[in-house]
């Protein structure tokens, strides 16, 4: 090959680097992001398996942690509808779900919108704030259930988890 050769092809070996060393570092990104979490291994599930995270910042990845927290919240609100519809009306149980009812709709007209707003307006204190009133909500759910075990478990668990999570990453941006 020849030098006006060689020198023809330098742009795409330079793409190529500078390709290779931006997915490394977005990679180490979401490593050191939740290596300083309660939950590693939830926090790379979730941020490895979301397209956004290959070139968001801290506030995109804890962007993404609301989305999955907003998704676990709905799937437990339509356990909670599915739970009443299939129970009658007035068993301790049915109490219970009217509560998480009421405390999950919280998490989703209230905390957050407030988290994502937050984040958008860089105010991470705030979108802590809402991570953490939904990591309470789903608590305070769970425990509703007179019985110790709610018929709730694996969601409450889901959302609280995903919301440390989230509160976590968001207190890198403090």
């Given at each position: ?39 590693q291994a939830l ?31 709905k799937q437990a ?98």
């Amino acid at each position: 090959m020849t030098t006006l050769e060689l020198l023809s092809l330098f742009p795409f070996f330079f793409f190529f680097i500078l390709s290779a060393t931006s997915s490394f570092n977005d990679a180490s990104l979401i490593q050191q992001t939740c290596k300083h979490t309660p939950n590693q291994a939830l926090c790379l599930q979730y941020l490895k398996s979301d397209p956004r995270s290959s070139d968001a910042d801290i506030s995109g990845l804890a962007l993404i942690m609301v989305d999955a927290m907003k998704a676990k919240a709905k799937q437990a609100v339509a356990k909670i509808h599915q739970e009443l519809q299939r129970r009658g009306h007035g068993d301790t149980e049915t109490q219970a779900l009217r509560s998480c009812a009421e405390q999950y709709s919280a998490v989703l007209e209230a905390d957050i919108p407030e988290a994502i707003a937050a984040l958008q307006k860089g105010d991470p204190k705030f979108a802590e704030d809402g991570a953490n009133d939904a990591a309470l909500e789903a608590n305070s759910c769970e425990s509703s259930f007179s019985s110790g075990k709610s018929l709730l478990t694996r969601e409450n668990n889901d959302v609280h988890d995903i919301a440390q999570v989230t509160a976590a990453i968001v207190r890198n941006l403090l």
